[in-house]
Every structure is written in C-alpha cells, then in structure tokens.
C-alpha cells in the first residue's frame, strides 16, 4: 500500500540543498547553487564568497557505509599523494569535522558530499604526449593506493563483481527463458574461468575501479587530478588499466601507438609486467560485461526505450567477436 508518492529517483531542488547543508560547513554565504549533471549521482556547483565547490548527492542506493569508505580513501590519499604531480578531489570538512551529510529525499535517504572544485581540462587522451602524462599519473595514484591502509568492509572487484553479478541482473531483467539467457551464461561461464586461470601472480591492490581517463580527471599542465573513487575497492590493476585500455572512439590506427605511451608512462613510474599486460584483454571482455549490467541497473532511472532487442543484439554480437564462449 502507498500513503503517499513514491519516487524511483528525484532531482533535489537546490534551494533546498542550501537550506539544508549551508548551516553546516565554514564556506561562506551561498551565492548559487545550480544543478550541474545528472550522472549516475546528482552534481551541483555551489558558489560562495570563499570560492567555488562541487556538490555531490549520491543515489539513494548508495550507502553510508559505501561514502565512508570513499571519503576515508580520499583523507588518505591527500596524504600519500603530497609528493607527486597526481591528485585527487578531497572532501570539505564541516563545521564538526564530519564529511558528509544524510539528506530526505522523496525516495530515502540520500547522501551528500561538497568536494574541493577541479581547474584544468578533461583529457580525452588522444595524443601520446597525454597517455603518457595519464600512464604516469595512473601508476603514481596505484603507488599511493598500495600505501593506503583501510580496516574496512569493501567487496572486491573480483569475478563475482566484474562478471557474475552483473550477469545475473542481465539476465533477470531479459528473463531466464530469453533466447540469450544461455549464451549469456555459457559467456561468463568462461571468461570467469579464463580469468582465474590468468590470475595468479597478477598486480593486485586496491584500484579506482572506474579509471577510463574521460570524466574522471582533470589535467592542468602535466598533472591530472582524479575524482570519482565510487567504485574502487581491492581489485586487478589490470582491470583498472583495461579500462583506459578500451575507448570506442579512438582510431583504430590510434589505439597501439596511444597504448604504448599510456604504459611507458606507467612503467616510468612503476612496474607493470608483461604477465599484466597480457591480461590486458581478457578484462577489456569482462568490463564490457560490467557495463551492460551497469546499463540494466539503470533503465529504472534512464527508461527503457535504449534497451530494446538491438542493444541486447549489438552487445551478443560484440561478445561472439571475442571468442570466449
């Protein structure tokens, strides 16, 4: 039964926003506070008389215990990170130190973060000269993360996260008597195992979990910030790398010479071996998996109407390329 609305997913007024989170933090009056992007969270750009800020409401799904592991990252990372070029976007404390806020919303709790705002450019990546400027960066920010030390509870992005799961929900919302539901589990089936055959002696450690170099650093000069830790947790470096790895839009003629770069400039920094490199492909497979079932997790947000029979085709048709299954 309903007493009364229920949304899946609402867009918070931000004079609301104001009303509830200006109180608390030592920034200044609030000169605006505009809506930013819809993402897979809610961005606002507050303006005070202190400067500028991100505002960041997370979806109602996200909770606490996910932003504390967030933040706690971030804390530590400022830290670690306070000898190189590399960066990250760190959280504002309030007024009692506390580093985000639980806000109502018509469909639950949601919470909210104000990050420190980012200068400089998003890098699409597409000369060598800014791979390897990115490769670099990459493995300065994997270097911090294997110094960072957090007590805890993170599921890893292992092959239940990158594959089964978002698998099963692939297959929930197709039905399990889809004409693909099978191929789609044969699919899994062995690309879980092709990775767990290739897995011992991988670089493991905690990764960012969503580092394809697009909207997730800003660069200024030779220096990229990175923002957007939601998804890291321990993982393959591998897989964090595969990411940057597999960009539709470049080139194809682009992609080795671009690639080459983007590992030169990490091996500067940092080992990567050939054993890792050579896994480079097998989680290009699985993130594309990863992603379709990001698509699916959505559609209540976004609407159904792009995931029709021939997103499903376009997707089956990709994993048949790779011979897996």
Not at 10 to 29: A, F, N, R, T, W
Not at 42 to 59: A, H, K
Not at 138 to 147: G, T
Not at 169 to 187: P, T
């Amino acid at each position: 039964m309903y007493h009364k609305p229920k949304a899946m997913r609402s867009v918070l007024d931000p004079k609301y926003l104001e009303y509830c989170l200006s109180p608390l933090y030592d920034i200044g009056d609030w000169r605006d506070c505009l809506f930013w992007l819809r993402g897979l969270n809610d961005t606002y750009r507050i303006r005070t008389g202190t400067g500028t800020y991100i505002l960041r409401i997370y979806r109602q799904s996200i909770a606490e215990s996910d932003v504390v592991y967030e933040l706690s990252l971030l804390t530590q990372l400022e830290h670690q990170l306070s000898a190189v070029n590399t960066k990250v976007s760190v959280p504002l404390p309030q007024k009692n130190s506390s580093l985000y806020t639980v806000i109502d919303a018509p469909e639950g709790p949601r919470v909210a973060v104000i990050y420190s705002y980012l200068t400089g450019t998003e890098n699409v990546l597409h000369d060598e000269e800014s791979c390897a400027s990115f490769g670099k960066s990459a493995a300065e920010l994997h270097a911090a993360l294997d110094r960072v030390s957090l007590d805890l509870p993170r599921p890893d992005l292992d092959t239940r996260a990158l594959i089964l799961q978002p698998l099963n929900r692939i297959v929930d919302y197709l039905g399990e008597g889809h004409r693909s539901a099978a191929y789609l589990r044969e699919f899994a089936g062995a690309l879980t195992e092709r990775i767990i055959a290739a897995s011992p002696g991988l670089d493991w450690g905690i990764c960012h979990g969503d580092l394809h170099g697009n909207n997730n650093a800003f660069q200024e000069g030779d220096a990229f910030t990175h923002y957007d830790f939601e998804w890291a947790a321990q993982g393959w470096r591998a897989y964090d790398l595969a990411q940057v790895r597999h960009r539709k839009r470049l080139p194809q003629e682009k992609k080795e010479p671009l690639w080459q770069a983007l590992m030169s400039g990490y091996r500067s920094v940092r080992d990567f071996s050939e054993q890792d490199e050579s896994a480079i492909d097998l989680f290009m497979i699985a993130r594309r998996l990863w992603v379709m079932g990001l698509d699916v997790e959505f559609i209540s947000d976004s609407g159904a109407l792009d995931y029709t029979e021939d997103w499903l085709e376009e997707f089956i048709d990709e994993f048949r390329s790779y011979d897996i299954a």
